[in-house]
């Protein structure tokens, strides 16, 4: 879907970013920071989300609000042109998950990323930086889940090895 195999983007004025989960803890510093590096910042946030977390940056930051579709993401991807992507939402529980919790975390951790990545096929997006989660590693192994949210995230980065 996408080629890394390029140079670094620099931080500064001129350059596009796209975060998902800007309307976090990390996402909203992450986007201030960018912010105050001068980067041109868009955020990607469902229907219902509170962007209380974006308020001090809320005049430099473009958010938009995700449908649910792929088509809706590549729309999102096609008006931002972003060089780069902080993939930073997430759907995590605390501890095991209850049987209500398996298909939200499916979507939010493994359906909706891998439509962020038809949205940066769709634009040409050079970078995508994600995150993952130390419970992927339990006992400092290269993979061992301690739950289904580690599942999931380690079955998206699975799926950005394929692109």
């Keep these: 879907m996408f080629n890394m195999k390029h140079s670094k983007p620099r931080p500064g004025p001129g350059h596009v970013a796209l975060l998902t989960g800007a309307t976090g803890y990390v996402g909203s510093n992450l986007a201030g920071r960018l912010v105050a ?35 809706g993401m590549v729309r999102i991807f096609r008006d931002a042109e972003p060089e780069v992507v902080f993939h930073l939402a997430a759907l995590a529980t605390s501890g095991q998950h209850g049987q209500a919790d ?14 962020v990545l038809e949205g940066v096929a769709a634009a040409g997006t050079k ?10 590693h339990y006992g400092d192994s290269d993979y061992d889940p301690t739950n289904l949210y580690a599942s999931t ?4 980065e699975s799926i950005l090895f394929y692109c």
């Design 102 to 115: 398996a298909v939200p975390l499916l979507t939010s951790n493994v359906v909706f990323p891998t439509q």
């Design 153 to 156: 995230k380690q079955a998206f």
């Design 37 to 71: 590096d001068e980067w041109s910042v868009h955020a990607v946030a469902r229907e219902n989300s509170d962007l209380t977390h974006l308020s001090s940056i809320e005049h430099a930051v473009t958010v938009h609000r995700h449908d649910g579709s792929t088509e």
């Design 127 to 136: 970078w995508i930086v994600n995150t993952g989660t130390f419970s992927q």
